[in-house]
């Protein structure tokens, strides 16, 4: 156990809909990442936000939005989704905001099917 | 355009034997790299990292190779266990922006008997 939770585990929604996933870090993290694993591919890193600021932003669609609140818990919010963003999305969390230098802890990701 | 690349999507190894999981990556500024396991219904876990001014780091049966020539590294796993079966993640960061962690697409391996 990473110590990293993720609600929900499942999400199957339809076209055009609205979701929002959650994540709560470890507890003492201050940075929050989210990942995008599609299908037979690599994890593709969507955004970090550091004690409640963006801090890093990689392909993250506009259609796409997150947040970190004072509690340091985060937010993905998903909207107007396609039969593409199907995936397993990814929250991780570390100490610092440059996690290169040391590791990210995963939660157990939400799986979003999108019909 | 893919930067850091597994080109062996799966690896069968007997039990006691060395695994050996390769990665190789096309980003010069690339300058620290990550292996992370993952099973499955699980999120990935670190395992191990190397930063660019060396060309190795051990850590029990787990031991990363860098070759920054050839742009090159890879995981062995000495002696394998049948626990050590998952998906195998090589992951990057470049200079500057650490947080940003580029993953290729993973290697499963497989310890049989």
């Known amino acids: 156990d990473s110590g990293v939770t993720q609600t929900p585990k499942h999400l199957i929604t339809a076209t055009g809909q609205r979701v929002t996933l959650r994540c709560s870090p470890r507890?003492?993290?201050?940075?929050v990442y989210w990942y995008q694993q599609s299908l037979d591919q690599g994890l593709q890193f969507l955004i970090q936000?550091?004690?409640?600021?963006?801090?890093a932003k990689g392909n993250i669609l506009e259609r796409f939005s997150a947040q970190q609140f004072p509690d340091l818990h985060s937010e993905l919010n998903l909207s107007s989704l396609e039969l593409g963003d199907s995936a397993l999305y990814f929250c991780?969390?570390?100490?610092?905001?440059?996690?290169?230098?040391?590791?990210?802890?995963f939660g157990p990701g939400t799986r979003l099917t999108v019909l | 355009d893919q930067q850091v690349k597994q080109n062996s999507p799966s690896l069968s190894v007997q039990e006691g034997r060395i695994s050996i999981l390769n990665c190789d990556y096309t980003?010069?500024?690339?300058?620290?790299f990550l292996w992370y396991k993952k099973y499955p219904a699980e999120g990935p876990t670190f395992l191990i990292s190397?930063?660019?001014?060396?060309d190795k780091n051990e850590d029990g049966r787990f031991t990363v190779f860098l070759n920054k020539s050839a742009k090159h590294l890879s995981l062995h796993i000495v002696p394998s266990q049948p626990g050590d079966s998952a998906v195998y993640f090589c992951?990057?960061?470049?200079?500057?922006?650490?947080?940003?962690?580029?993953f290729g697409t993973g290697t499963r391996l497989q310890v049989t008997l």
């Open positions: 507890s003492g993290d201050l940075s």
């Open positions: 936000y550091y004690n409640g600021e963006e801090r």
């Open positions: 980003n010069s500024m690339f300058d620290y």
């Open positions: 992951a990057a960061s470049p200079t500057g922006t650490a947080s940003k962690l580029t």
């Open positions: 190397i930063s660019s001014i060396k």
């Open positions: 991780a969390s570390s100490v610092g905001g440059e996690t290169g230098r040391g590791e990210q802890f």
